[in-house]
């Protein structure tokens, strides 16, 4: 409903409206997309960037369904979605990745440890799911790290990227 007066829509042969603002009422409802793509008979669908792009299971549904889905594999979405498991992938094929854990960090010794190896400042992140949970930027904050292992989310560490050196073109 929001987007009817859009130029996308506007310029589009047919469109199908599969909700209201917000987004949790027509872009995130799978089963609306579903039901619109069925009525139109498409055989694609570009997710976009964001809202179901990265969805793992929308890109299952369509396939279940018949419909292409026009971007990486379900399979290739958990394992990108995945900052531990997509970091052993770079390194698997010969990518380089930024200076950090190679599996979860489990503890604060081991957290400090590493960030003692790679050089502060460091970023401590869910491995899935979430946005970086906090910045370390300096040396002595280890309850800062502690506060942070100790929830039940797997974490992984990198160095601080704005710390990295960056190349300029000549």
Avoid: W
């Avoid at 854990?101 to 050089?119: F, K, N, Y």
């Avoid at 799911?129 to 502690?146: D, H, N, R, V």
């Amino acid at each position: 409903e929001v987007d009817a007066n859009s130029m996308h829509v506007q310029l589009a042969d047919e469109a199908i409206c599969i909700g209201k603002s917000p987004a949790n009422e027509s872009y995130l409802r799978i089963d609306r997309i579903i039901s619109a793509a069925e009525i139109a008979d498409v055989d694609a669908i570009h997710p976009g960037y964001g809202f179901l792009s990265e969805n793992a299971k929308f890109a299952e549904i369509l396939t279940e369904h018949g419909i292409k889905f026009i971007g990486p594999s379900a399979e290739n979405i958990r394992t990108m979605g995945d900052k531990i498991e997509a970091k052993r992938t770079a390194k698997r094929l010969d990518i380089p990745v930024v200076p950090g854990s190679d599996g979860g960090v489990s503890s604060d010794q081991e957290a400090l440890s590493l960030a003692r190896a790679i050089g502060f400042p460091v970023l401590i992140k869910a491995s899935a799911g979430l946005p970086m949970l906090k910045e370390i930027p300096y040396k002595g904050t280890g309850q800062a790290m502690t506060d942070l292992i100790a929830g039940n989310v797997q974490l992984s560490m990198v160095s601080y990227p704005a710390a990295q050196p960056h190349l300029k073109a000549g």
